[in-house]
């Protein structure tokens, strides 16, 4: 007599909290086998996700602010717990961390990973670059997922597309292993009394195209903050044709949005400067990548960190923000802030 037994079912990925608004947030997981799965909310909600392997499931009617905890479970057994916050919508006590350049999977990587993790963000932004070094389906449990797990299940996750992202089938990938807002490739968000305007820097920019057009339409009106990021820095050789196209297309715009910070990659270091029109960009490419294998100086008059792998830390407590790079040790290697300005629109 043959016995048949069930495979047991194991989370593949994640659980990853994505697209998270004041009401609303995304949970995404893998099981193997296929499997039916639920997740159980902290305010005794039940999502349930029929038989698959891909699990993506949306959480609606959050309060603005609230901190909410989750258990995932399949076949019958506990599989993960997590936390994440709902989005502030007004002026509120926030942190995120900022990171590009990590994605190979290695010791540096999750040495960052544990850096960040020890500030306990509410989101981590990412300046591309996620999935060394081809953008492969298949490399981005070792690039991503299994690095990223820990922070992942505590922080909301905001990419943007890197050069390596893209290398093979486009960023194909990336975009079905995230949720994200809008095109995906290129989505605005709000957290409390900051906007986010999140590009992809290897698609072109120019104003006939369907990104020129997200770029120049909507911009955040009425946030105290004004953010954006992308991959490529606009003033480095390393950016090669792109540079150019983003001085051209995405500088002015910035510019004329009034965002206050730019977060870039790309350049394996830490630098910040505010080469014109009083926007302070930060190029932080040190998430894992191998250190030194790119040029110098990628913004002009640049206060470069070179040779350490760190991140971003941004603290905003009504209308001040404070920036830290750290490196993984700990130490602090830069520390400057920022003070909402007044604007007419």
Known sequence: MLEVVAAAIALARGPVVESVTPRGATVSFITRPASTARVDLSDGRVLQSPRRQVHVLRVGALVPGRR???RVAAGGRELARGRFRAAPDGADRFSFAVVGDYGNGSQHERDV???MRGWRP????????NNYPLG???HMDRTIFTPYRPLMREAAFFPSLGNHDVYLHRGAPYLEAFHLPGAERWYRFRWGQAAFTVLDSTTSTAASTAQGRFLRAALPLGACFRFAAWHHPPWSAHSEGIAPMLRR?????VAAARVDVVFVGHVHSYERSVPQAGVTYVSVGTGGAEIGRVGDSSIPFARAVRGTYGALRVDVDGRGARFRFYAVRGRVLDDWTRTCPARTR
């Open 68 to 70: 909410y905890t989750y």
């Open 113 to 115: 990973v544990a850096l």
């Open 122 to 129: 509410d989101f981590v932004l990412t300046t591309g670059d």
């Open 136 to 138: 492969l389906a298949e």
């Open 249 to 253: 297309n995405v500088v002015p715009a």
